[in-house]
C-alpha cells in the first residue's frame, strides 16, 4: 500500500508571496482614486463611494481590503486611516508619498521576466539619458516628500552630532535630488552654506524647496554631470544619499573628485546600501535592485565598496555604521581627509 509522504515543511511563506500583489494592487489603487484622503476620520463605505463616485458594494469590498492589510482601521462598520496611511498616503500632505510609490511600483515592474532570464537585457534606447534626467526632474517634488518624510530629519541629527560639525563652513549635496537632506544639514548649522549639486533639470527644480525654506540666502544649486563636470571646491563637508551609482565603473575616480574637492579636515558622507551574503541580503535591497538588473543596470554596491574606494583615494580614515530605514538598512560611511598643518606636515587626529 502506497503511503502518504512524509512533509516537515510548511507551504505558507510561498502562499504569501502569492497573495502579496493583491496588499500592493490595493495599496496603489487606494492611490489612485484618492481613497486615503477620505479616511481622515471614520466614515462609512456608502459615505466614501459617494464621495469618490464608486460603486458602493465594491467600494466596501475594497475598504475590507484595504483593512485586512493593515492600511485601514476598520470599526464599528466605519473605516478610518492608520497613523502610517495618515502621514504618508493623504495627498496634499509634505509627506505625501504617492507619486514616489508609483514610480517605484513601475520600477519593480517586469512585464516579461521569462523573457529577460531567456534572452538576457534589451539595449537601451538612444534616447535614454535625455529623458532619465527629464524623469527624474518631475520627479523633484516626489523626491522632497519622501527627503521630510523622516530621512532629512534623522540625517540631519546625525551630522550635527559630528565632532567637526560646529567649524563646517561650506558643505555640498552631490546628487541632492530635491535638496532637503542639505537644507536640513544647513539649517541645522548657525552659519554654514551650502550647495546641492544635480544634473542641470533636477538643480534648478530643487530651487523651489530653497524658496520654500527660505534658505536663498545660505543654498544655491550647481548643475552638472558628476562623472564629467566639476562639482565645487572648498568644502568641509560632502554628503551623498543615494546618488553614486552612475559613478559605479569607476567610483576610485569619481571618489578622488570628492576628495580632492573636500578642504584639509573635511569630511565625506555616504549613505547608500550595502548588499551582503553575495549580493542576496537584505532581501528589501536586492530584491529591490533585480529588476534594474535584470534590464542591464546592475548598480547596487556590496558593502563596503564605497568605504574600500574612500581609503583609497587617501582618506585618512573611514568610520562606518548600518542604519536601519524604512526601506532596509543603509550604510552609513564617513571619510575625514587629513588635516594639513603645512605643505609637509599633518596633524593626525585620534579616532
Do not use: C
Not at 559613478?247 to 555616504?270: E, H, Q, R, T, W
Not at 532596509?328 to 575625514?336: K, Q, T
Amino acid at each position: 500500500m502506497k503511503e502518504l509522504p512524509e512533509v516537515n515543511e510548511s507551504f505558507e511563506e510561498l502562499y504569501r508571496m502569492l497573495i502579496a500583489p493583491i496588499k500592493s494592487k490595493l495599496l496603489l489603487t487606494g492611490i489612485e482614486l484618492k481613497v486615503f484622503d477620505q479616511l481622515s476620520d471614520q466614515r462609512s463605505a456608502e459615505a466614501v463611494a459617494e464621495a469618490l463616485g464608486t460603486h458602493p458594494e465594491n467600494t466596501r469590498l475594497f475598504l475590507d481590503g484595504l483593512a485586512a492589510s493593515d492600511m485601514i482601521i476598520k470599526k464599528n462598520g466605519l473605516y478610518q486611516n492608520t497613523p502610517v496611511t495618515q502621514t504618508f498616503l493623504v495627498e496634499g500632505s509634505p509627506t505625501f508619498l504617492g507619486q514616489i510609490f508609483n514610480f517605484w511600483a513601475q520600477s519593480f515592474y517586469v512585464s516579461d521576466l521569462s523573457k529577460l532570464v531567456k534572452k538576457g537585457s534589451p539595449p537601451p534606447p538612444p534616447e535614454a539619458v535625455g529623458g532619465f534626467e527629464g524623469m527624474l526632474a518631475q520627479l523633484v517634488p516626489a523626491m522632497a516628500n519622501y527627503e521630510r518624510a523622516g530621512t532629512a530629519q534623522r540625517v540631519e541629527d546625525i551630522v550635527s552630532q559630528l565632532p567637526e560639525f560646529p567649524s563646517f563652513k561650506k558643505m555640498l549635496d552631490l546628487g541632492g535630488g530635491a535638496g532637503l537632506i542639505g537644507i536640513a544639514i544647513v539649517a541645522s548649522h548657525p552659519s554654514m552654506k551650502g550647495v546641492i549639486f544635480d544634473l542641470p533639470s533636477v538643480a534648478k527644480a530643487a530651487e523651489i524647496f530653497i524658496t520654500e525654506y527660505e534658505m536663498e540666502d545660505r543654498m544655491e544649486v550647481l548643475g552638472g554631470d558628476y562623472n564629467h563636470d566639476s562639482i565645487g571646491e572648498e568644502y568641509d563637508l560632502i554628503w551623498a544619499s543615494g546618488s553614486l551609482y552612475f559613478g559605479k565603473g569607476d567610483m576610485d575616480s569619481l571618489m578622488k573628485k570628492i576628495y580632492d574637492a573636500l578642504n584639509p579636515g573635511g569630511v565625506f558622507i555616504s549613505y547608500h546600501d550595502g548588499l551582503t551574503h553575495e549580493r542576496t541580503k537584505p532581501d528589501i535591497m536586492a530584491l529591490g535592485w533585480t529588476p534594474t538588473a535584470l534590464m542591464g543596470q546592475d548598480m547596487g554596491f556590496n558593502q563596503g565598496f564605497i568605504a574600500d574606494s574612500m581609503l583609497r583615494v587617501g582618506f585618512k580614515s573611514v568610520r562606518s555604521r548600518t542604519l536601519n530605514t524604512p526601506m532596509g538598512p543603509m550604510d552609513f560611511d564617513i571619510g575625514r581627509k587629513e588635516k594639513m598643518l603645512d605643505s609637509n606636515k599633518t596633524i593626525r587626529k585620534e579616532e
